[in-house]
């Protein structure tokens, strides 16, 4: 198997001691066991620095404090325990004020006819951990159908915010955006004055995984209720909350421990979920090996504990387990997530081996073939600084763009050759 990070030899038992430790604080319950690891690790050598490091990295600040409070509060430096309480309740307050901004606009889209439906965020914190204050989200996103999305685009700009994405191509913004909008089925917005963004989804998962983003209307029919702020508004139900939970993970490589916490927290939280739906959707869907991944990966770094139907589907259909491992070893090795970088043929290989379908697979392989071909000749803004012509001709920068990368490279040449 083709290794995500082959220097990184780290098992649960192996690792740092920061990330041990952090592993055992970063979960919304705490039983006996629990506590037992916690004692243990925390009177280990640790760098407690680095530990809040680590853990604002993986987006864990509200559970280490939430564990660290209740276990052993005194084994952390008094200087360092007052910088992660008052991490802690910043973060609760940016999380109420986030709430109140993703209720203005739901009430603005709704004033509109336009349905929408949050997920992740705030209405993830109230359903999976209870509380907006034990987990740390940037952003808001909200699901709009897309015969909307195009019109809740408009309105959001309209609102005050502005595009959250640079654009490189040589099309004019419009098409561009068209373009982008079509293929990962997202528009990113930054509000300039309130520091924060809202993703406005026309569906769930696009981009890597295309074939999936078709079905996922599904979603919109098992809707759940969840109090926020006194208002109640709707998100994804439990089943299909967590199996989003698992496909977005691995769209995005499992690179943060708090992805994995998102998972076993609404486990353990949802006991009534009804594990036969789960599984038939996932089948339906195509992406049972994704849905159990992320599972396998709450099961071995934060010990959940499954009902025995979920496990005994997992142990019978769960094929990535060498997977389950690496990732494993991704997230102990204490590498700050945003560091990890995967290579193109890494990130095919790793999104291609758990696409269930083989003809979705085919399909997807093609596309990032493709796309590995296409991208080094494909004209960027750079082409169009370097000469600009009428549009009606664009097409002449596919033969523009070799010419200026070769008269780049000679004048670097030149240029250490003179010295």
Request: proline share 5%.
């Amino acid at each position: 198997m083709t290794a995500l990070l082959p220097s990184s030899k780290a098992t649960l038992a192996t690792a740092m001691p920061e990330m041990q430790l952090l592993c055992s604080c970063a979960r919304n319950y705490i039983d006996d066991t629990a506590i037992e690891e916690i004692v243990a690790r925390s009177q280990q050598s640790i760098d407690w620095d680095l530990l809040l490091h680590k853990a604002n990295a993986h987006g864990v600040l509200p559970l280490l404090h939430k564990s660290l409070s209740h276990v052993c509060p005194d084994r952390i430096p008094l200087p360092l325990f007052n910088q992660l309480k008052a991490c802690f309740h910043l973060n609760a307050l940016r999380n109420q004020y986030l709430s109140q901004e993703l209720l203005r606009l739901l009430a603005l889209l709704e004033s509109n006819n336009i349905a929408a439906l949050p997920f992740k965020g705030p209405t993830l914190a109230i359903l999976a951990y209870g509380s907006l204050s034990f987990r740390q989200f940037g952003d808001l996103d909200i699901l709009v159908h897309e015969r909307d999305f195009l019109v809740a685009k408009d309105l959001l700009l309209v609102d005050g915010y502005q595009r959250g994405q640079q654009l490189h191509g040589i099309a004019d913004i419009e098409t561009q955006e068209l373009a982008l909008m079509k293929r990962w089925g997202e528009y990113p917005l930054i509000h300039p004055d309130k520091q924060f963004s809202v993703d406005l989804h026309d569906r769930l998962i696009g981009g890597e995984f295309p074939a999936l983003s078709a079905n996922f209307d599904l979603f919109w029919e098992n809707l759940a209720p969840v109090p926020l702020l006194n208002t109640e508004v709707n998100t994804l139900c439990p089943e299909d909350l967590l199996l989003y939970l698992c496909i977005h993970g691995s769209k995005d490589f499992w690179l943060r421990l708090s992805w994995v916490c998102d998972v076993a927290t609404l486990i353990h939280t949802q006991p009534q979920m009804n594990w036969q739906w789960l599984s038939d959707r996932a089948q339906t869907l195509d992406c049972e090996q994704m849905l159990w991944l992320g599972i396998s990966l709450a099961q071995d770094l934060l010990s959940v504990s499954l009902p025995e139907v979920a496990a005994d589907r997992m142990q019978k259909v769960f094929e990535k387990q060498q997977l389950s491992a690496q990732i494993q070893r991704q997230i102990l090795s204490g590498i700050c997530p945003k560091e990890i970088k995967y290579t193109k043929l890494q990130r095919f290989y790793f999104h291609g081996q758990l696409i269930d379908n083989r003809g979705d697979q085919r399909r997807y392989y093609f596309s990032c073939a493709r796309s590995l071909l296409l991208d080094p000749i494909r004209p960027n803004v750079q082409d169009l600084k370097f000469v600009s012509l009428h549009p009606r001709v664009h097409f002449l920068y596919y033969l523009i763009r070799p010419a200026r990368l070769l008269s780049e490279r000679l004048a670097s040449f030149s240029s250490k050759s003179s010295h």
